[in-house]
């Protein structure tokens, strides 16, 4: 399966990649873990993108495009994916189809996860991450039993540089000036399917797996 999550920061998309990737057994390719890796290692691809990562802009074209393109060659994304945050807006869109289409692919579908600005705007403000595994926790919705600390393996648990309430409002705004027109694009190609993305994580899992199950199963 061919898949691509899109809904606006906080949805839930890296949440729900995990369970649906490893449901339909193909990889999850997530550009903002992509590009938090980078900036925890400095590279230079880090370093260009932490400035507008850090403001809550969208990282430039030329620079998302190149990388997600080397991420789609490598051989586990041969027979499908997951795309977490990739394509962000019509541009990238255009180019995802073209680079499908030249090898004879297409996108199954295309999974819009939908919550209102309120719930982004509390749950990306409770969001920790943890600094070893990576795993996501939140402070009132999921939260580890000892503070600060990573229940799975023990790592510090961090709050990201872009989930301050003013940055958070702005990646809001950026959403849907330039993500958001995204759900007409793909409903034109009648590949768009919506979930409710509010209420207990696996209700969201469920209904996800539900409106998917007849392009993967
Ligand atoms: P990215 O990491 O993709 O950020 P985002 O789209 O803003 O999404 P988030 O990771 O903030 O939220 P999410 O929807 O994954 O929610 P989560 O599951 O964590 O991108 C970061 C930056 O990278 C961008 O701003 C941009 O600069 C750059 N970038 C990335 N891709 C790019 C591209 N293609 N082009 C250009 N630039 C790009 O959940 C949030 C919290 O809610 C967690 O604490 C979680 O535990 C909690 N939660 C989840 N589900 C529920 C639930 N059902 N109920 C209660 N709490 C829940």
Redesign the pocket.
């Known amino acids: 399966m061919r898949l691509v999550l899109v ?1 606006p ?7 729900q990649a995990q369970f649906i990737a490893s449901h339909f057994a193909v990889p999850k390719i ?4 992509i ?1 938090r890796a980078n900036v925890s290692q400095g590279t230079p691809l880090g370093l260009e ?1 932490r400035k ?2 850090d403001a ?4 430039p074209d030329e620079v ?1 495009i190149g990388m997600v393109q080397d991420r789609l060659r490598e051989d586990d994304a041969a027979e499908g994916f997951l795309l ?5 807006n019509v541009h ?1 869109a255009e180019v995802l189809d073209e680079l499908l289409d030249r090898q004879g692919l297409r996108l199954d579908v295309v999974l819009e996860l939908v919550v209102d600005d309120e719930e982004v705007v509390r ?2 403000s ?2 920790r991450t943890c600094r070893q595994c990576g795993h ?3 402070l009132d ?2 939260p580890p039993t000892r503070e600060g600390h990573c229940d799975r393996c023990g790592g510090e648990l961090f709050q990201r540089d ?1 989930d301050r309430e003013d940055t958070i409002r702005h ?1 809001l705004e950026v959403y849907a000036e330039q993500t958001s027109p995204l759900i007409g694009y793909y409903g034109d190609l009648g590949l768009l399917r919506g979930v409710d ?5 696996e209700d ?1 899992t469920e209904r996800a797996i539900a409106a998917l199950h007849r392009f993967g199963d």
């Not at 997530?30 to 873990?33: A, E, K, L, Q």
């Not at 977490?84 to 962000?88: A, E, K, Q, S, T």
Request: proline share 7%; hydrophobic share 35%.
């Open positions: 809904g920061p906080g949805a839930g998309k890296g949440t997530s550009t903002g873990d590009f993108a507008f990562m809550g802009d969208l990282v998302t977490d945050g990739f394509p962000r990238q749950r990306l409770g969001r996501v926790w939140h919705f999921d872009d990646r993305a509010t209420g207990p994580v969201v």
